[in-house]
């Protein structure tokens, strides 16, 4: 199937009209027309090659909601006219415990990932969902529950789950204290989802300026963190912090608002972290983890329960030929507080395809 995308030909290119193959279906495969696409952080870094492992051309895009457009023969879970969606995994070896027990993101085999990937059968590259069309095996294709606006849902799949599993992994619930650093993608999902369980939550920002944004979330209140004063005063005010800031930064200031057992979970920078103090984490058996998206049933899970709680990701939407713009703006944070691809905006075809 040749089809349209839009790709990064080098880590200095911005990204341009593509045209490329999807493979043909295997019997196990589902093949979607993409309707919506989010625009993560990562999307950003793999195409200028921030982490080293691009490769070229790139399509980006793991935040995904289509339409099945055609089945293989074997497949069961969807038919041709169901909303689906897919996220950042597209692959796993199935066998291994991780895979058997659900948590195929942590696959001993490692996922296959929706992009800049290999696909396991072919060794073919993975191209992601700035395109018209995707192709996926029937297992790593969600359902799109009813009453999720299809519109808004796609950040759910990367930036939802990145921050829904760190809760459900620490079991918070009602009557749990959760703080939140960094009010981006997944900042903004983490408050809205932990206030969806029932939690006390707080946004932890370097200024006050973004209380008002915080509470128009759902957040209780706002920590400011340069205020040494209510830092000291917040020691131990908190079960789970998630750290959603996606560049290198200082968590030791963190550690001792957390109370005994209390974990900090990064989810947002992959890379270095500035120089930490144990102190804390020794003297009240607090913990620093880091946490990747998560399994496939869980990202189910966290589907039903937006639509069930009717929880949505504030979205803007931008057209295509917007991304580069939009790359621009995301790195500024000038976006509130995801943007999404309307994917009817990208033709069919380009007279040169
Ligand atoms: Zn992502
Ligand atoms: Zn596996």
């Given at each position: ?14 990204l ?13 495969d ?11 952080h ?46 950042c ?21 490692h ?18 969902g ?149 102190i ?34 504030e ?20 976006v ?5 691809i ?12």
């Amino acid at each position: 199937m040749k089809i349209i995308g839009y790709a990064a030909q080098s880590a200095t290119a911005p990204l341009a009209p593509f045209s490329f193959e999807r493979r043909a279906l295997r019997p196990n495969d589902v093949a979607m027309e993409i309707l919506y696409c989010g625009v993560c952080h990562s999307d950003l870094h793999q195409a200028r090659n921030d982490w080293g492992f691009s490769r070229y051309p790139l399509v980006p895009g793991h935040e995904i909601v289509g339409r099945v457009s055609e089945v293989g023969s074997e497949v069961s879970r969807h038919k041709v006219g169901d909303l689906v969606a897919v996220g950042c995994m597209v692959d796993s070896c199935q066998v291994c415990d991780q895979c058997r027990k659900g948590d195929e993101q942590l696959c001993r085999e490692h996922h296959t990932q929706t992009y800049n990937d290999r696909d396991r059968v072919t060794g073919e590259t993975t191209y992601g969902g700035y395109a018209k069309h995707l192709v996926a095996r029937q297992e790593f294709v969600l359902r799109l529950p009813q009453g999720l606006d299809p519109s808004r849902a796609a950040p759910l799949l990367c930036a939802g789950i990145t921050t829904y599993s760190p809760l459900r992994t620490w079991n918070v619930g009602p009557g749990s204290r959760v703080g939140v650093i960094g009010l981006g993608g997944l900042g903004h999902m983490a408050v809205k989802l932990a206030v969806g369980l029932g939690a006390q939550v707080t946004v932890l920002s370097r200024s006050a300026d973004k209380r008002s944004d915080a509470l128009a979330l759902g957040a209780h209140g706002l920590l400011v963190s340069s205020d040494a004063q209510a830092m000291a005063a917040a020691q131990c005010a908190f079960d789970l912090i998630i750290d959603t800031v996606p560049v290198r930064h200082d968590v030791s200031p963190y550690m001792p608002l957390l109370d005994v057992d209390g974990t900090l979970v990064i989810v947002g920078q992959v890379g270095p972290i500035d120089e930490l103090v144990t102190i804390p984490l020794i003297l009240g058996r607090r913990r620093l983890a880091g946490s990747v998206i998560g399994g496939i049933a869980e990202t189910q899970e966290m589907l039903d329960f937006c639509a069930q709680k009717n929880i949505l990701p504030e979205c803007e939407m931008i057209r295509m030929e917007q991304i580069n713009e939009a790359f621009e703006r995301m790195e500024r944070s000038d976006v509130r507080y995801r943007f999404v691809i309307d994917m009817a905006s990208l033709p069919s075809s380009y007279a040169w395809s």
